[in-house]
């Protein structure tokens, strides 16, 4: 991950030396996702290997980014863009308890903090550009209501990878993409209860619209 942040500290640079010729732009980036997550049930069983939790998945929440991007232009069509983002986002959680005599549901959410960079690459068609390459997410930090059950730990990888592919337009000083987003890790992998190691059955999926504006 440190080599991506040198290459796109690089590309910053090397855009002095190219930006007469129009073939470098760099700017700030805003941008929202949105998540359609279907997974089965987790059944969690407790210490004593009995059936004593169910966690549902109600709804993963729009998440906001914000942050840096370049853009390079190589040759007369091909492109590189490399970003580097502050990505925040949710997920509503349904748990049942089971251990009661009449079983007990509540709402829980939990909160994702990570640096995301995706490198995209791709062909220009005068405004249009046809984008797709790699993202990493760099884990920061979490917070969740899931802490206060019994059992629950958060077990994140420091960074995760998966994939995006889209569509953007250069418009002036605006460039804007909207892209899809997918994941190499099942959703909910850093779940944990009484030691044992959770995950759904699907992998997590977004929808990235995003606008960007160059200096």
């Known amino acids: 991950m440190k080599k991506l ?14 930006a007469q010729r ?12 949105t998540s359609d997550l279907q997974a089965n049930s987790l059944m969690i069983k407790n210490a004593a290997d009995l059936k004593d939790l169910r966690l549902d998945i109600v709804n993963a929440n729009y998440g906001v980014q914000l ?13 590189i863009q490399p970003e580097v983002l502050f990505n925040t986002s949710s997920v509503d959680y349904n748990l049942t ?9 509540k709402l829980l959410r939990e909160t994702y903090n990570n640096l995301d960079i995706p490198i995209m690459t791709g062909l220009k068609f005068g405004p249009l550009r046809l984008q797709a390459g790699p993202v990493g997410h760099v884990f920061i930090n979490s917070k969740s209501e899931l802490l206060d059950v019994d059992g629950y730990e958060q077990k994140f990888a420091q960074t995760t990878w998966g994939y995006q592919a889209g569509v953007g ?24 209860f009484f030691g044992r190691d959770y995950a759904f059955d699907t ?7 995003a ?3 160059t200096f």
């Not at 942050?67 to 492109?79: E, H, S, T, Y």
């Not at 308890?97 to 549901?105: G, K, W």
């Not at 992998?203 to 619209?209: A, F, L």
Request: aromatic share 14%; hydrophobic share 45%; proline share 1%.
């Open 5 to 18: 942040l040198l290459m796109f500290t690089a590309l910053l640079f090397l855009g002095q030396a190219e």
């Open 22 to 33: 129009k073939n470098f732009r760099a700017g700030l980036r805003f941008g929202v996702t």
């Open 67 to 79: 942050g840096l991007f370049a853009q390079a232009r190589i040759g007369k069509r091909f492109f």
């Open 97 to 105: 308890d089971f251990s009661r005599a009449t079983p007990d549901s």
């Open 169 to 192: 337009l250069d418009l002036w000083k605006f460039v804007i993409d909207i892209k899809h987003e997918g994941s190499f890790q099942n959703a909910g992998d850093h779940i944990s």
């Open 203 to 209: 992998r997590q999926g977004k929808t990235v619209i």
């Open 211 to 213: 606008l960007g504006y």
